[in-house]
């Protein structure tokens, strides 16, 4: 059979007779080229190419004479694809001829994708070179494209937890890694947070299967692949071919694949490094211990069963610690709502509503927008206490510790601007005596005169506007007239109470007093309750 691999298959035939003198003993010779000499093997192997398909042994046809060039056949991914070695005859053996190709592709039934190029190639580059030419595509058939049904593919990029600044804005790649490049490995999280109207997963079209066809010509049935797809869950909705989330929160997966958004995030065990920071929208309940060196940003309230070791926290409603709050001197904690604990230690906390601490306050700084309500026997011992609307305790201070201050009726944030305006004012005092000495100076020449005097009448407007705020703040700074400190114990000597900047230094134990401000007198008195 003429499969019309080198053109007209006479022609080739002629030019070679014309090499022999005798046409017929060529033929004969061509004959016995042709008889098999290698049993048919049909074993199966796995393909060492890693790809999961199958090897038939290399077959070939072989002559009388070992010498005789001949090709080795490789069937490969399920005879779907044949590959051939070509190699040339050794002293007095044949050459490879193109009657021995063709009968080498009709013995082999080898009919489709015949990759008659590749073969012509090879072939006249073993004849000429008269070198082995290895891994020669001889054909390649169409392996059968299995049908994918319709199906709801997740978001691949939900994993990267890339979009975890919802509270903190401004969280970049570069802070997961410290100044020496190492990954801070607290930055990274198990869970999946999500934005309102982030896109969750997508509807996949049905993509239609088509039969292969092998080198043989054999037709294979292609399959149907039914992918395990995601439906939509709780806050979720559909928008054409997408599923959206329709709040921010914890993106959560159900037993049979659906796809939940969680306003709120639990936490059954510990924040460690099995959790990094937590960082999100909702609320957290968080059943174990914070370690230290972890950080809690929420967009919602935080309930803590256990001991809060606090790093960093900013929660932009409630604050609730079952076991109290233990910092390290650096330690800071902002709460958008209302704080309750059980003890408060060695560190920065502020709320904008009530504060309420059971047993006792150690060495911190506490600055909340309302009141300051502390157990039947709690006590402050040590640090400095602001709370507008006024304290309610049982003790103040401590024999053997650091005295206690105590600031009511004015509003902290007025009184830490006051302070950032009266540190600007210092600089700017420093600069101006600085610029003065060298106005003074005989040997300054007009010009340097000259930029010396535009920069202290900037740096005096400077100083007179921040004067301006400094006195509009301090207009602002007493909020609550009718602000009052209640001990039901005992006011240790050296404590400081202060009542819209009108001051009282406890020099002898106060027990069972109400000390507020008489407005009339501007002076602070106390009363037996």
């Given amino acids: 059979m003429n499969i019309g691999l080198f053109g007209n298959m006479e022609v080739v035939q002629k030019l070679k007779f014309m090499n022999n003198s005798n046409e017929k003993t060529q033929k004969k010779n061509d004959i016995i080229y042709m008889e098999e000499k290698l049993e048919e093997k049909k074993s199966r192997t796995p393909d060492p190419s890693g790809r999961g398909s199958s090897l038939i042994n290399p077959s070939t046809l072989v002559s009388d004479n070992e010498n005789d060039g001949k090709i080795n056949l490789t069937f490969l991914n ?37 990759n008659k190029e590749e073969i012509h190639v090879a072939y006249k580059k073993c004849i000429k070179e008269r070198d082995i030419i290895h891994n020669v595509l001889i054909a390649k058939g169409d392996p059968p494209r299995n049908e994918v049904l319709e199906y709801m593919q997740l978001n691949p990029l939900l994993n990267q937890n890339n979009i975890q600044a919802e509270v903190k804005k401004g969280v970049t790649s570069s802070e997961y890694a410290d100044s020496t490049g190492s990954v801070d490995h607290r930055a990274r999280s ?59 929160g914890q993106l959560v997966l159900g037993k049979k694949g659906e796809v939940h958004v969680r306003d709120s995030l639990v936490i059954n065990g510990p924040i460690d490094y099995t959790t990094g920071n937590i960082i999100f929208p909702g609320d957290v309940e968080i059943e174990g211990p914070v370690s230290d060196g972890f950080k809690i940003y929420s967009g919602g309230s935080v309930t803590i069963r256990q001991t809060f070791d606090v790093t960093d926290a900013i929660t932009r409603e409630d604050l609730n610690v079952a076991g109290g709050i233990i910092g390290r001197g650096q330690a800071l904690v902002k709460v958008g709502g209302s704080l309750n604990t059980k003890f408060i230690q060695n560190c920065r906390v502020a709320a904008r509503k009530k504060i309420t601490v059971i047993s006792e306050i150690v060495n911190s700084n506490v600055f909340t927008l309302e009141n300051l309500e502390m157990g039947d026997k709690g006590q402050i011992v040590g640090g400095e206490i602001y709370a507008v ?62 930029k010396l005097e535009a920069t202290r009448r900037r740096l005096e407007d400077e100083q007179q506007k921040i004067q301006a705020k400094i006195s509009e703040i301090l207009g ?28 009282l230094f406890v020099t002898e134990p106060l027990k069972k007093v109400k000390i507020r401000l008489d407005r009339e007198s501007s002076k602070l008195i106390t009363e037996k309750i």
């Avoid at 510790?401 to 509003?411: Q, T, V, Y």
């Fill in 389 to 450: 609307r006024g304290v309610r305790t049982a003790r103040i201070g401590k024999k053997t510790g650091k005295a206690a201050r105590i600031h009511c009726g004015i509003d902290f944030t007025m009184e830490q601007e006051r302070e950032k305006n009266n540190g600007l004012l210092r600089i700017l005092s420093a600069k101006l005596d600085s610029v003065r000495k060298l106005l003074d100076d005989p040997e300054a020449g007009e010009e340097k005169r000259a």
């Fill in 78 to 114: 399920d005879d779907y694809e044949v590959r051939g070695d070509f190699f040339p005859p050794m002293g007095n053996g044949k050459p490879i001829s193109p009657y021995y190709i063709q009968s080498l592709l009709e013995k082999f039934r080898i009919v489709y994708g015949i």
């Fill in 190 to 248: 198990p869970f999946i947070i999500v934005k309102k109207d982030q896109a969750l997963a997508k509807q996949k079209s049905r993509k239609p299967g088509k039969d292969g066809i092998n080198v043989h010509g054999e037709t294979a049935v292609y399959g149907v692949i039914r992918p395990e797809g995601v439906t939509g869950g709780e806050n979720t909705r559909m928008e054409g071919r997408f599923l959206l989330a329709c709040i921010n």
């Fill in 476 to 503: 602002r700074l007493n909020t609550c007239w009718n602000a009052a400190v209640e001990v039901t114990g005992e006011i240790v000597p050296g404590t400081l109470i202060e009542i819209c900047q009108t001051a």
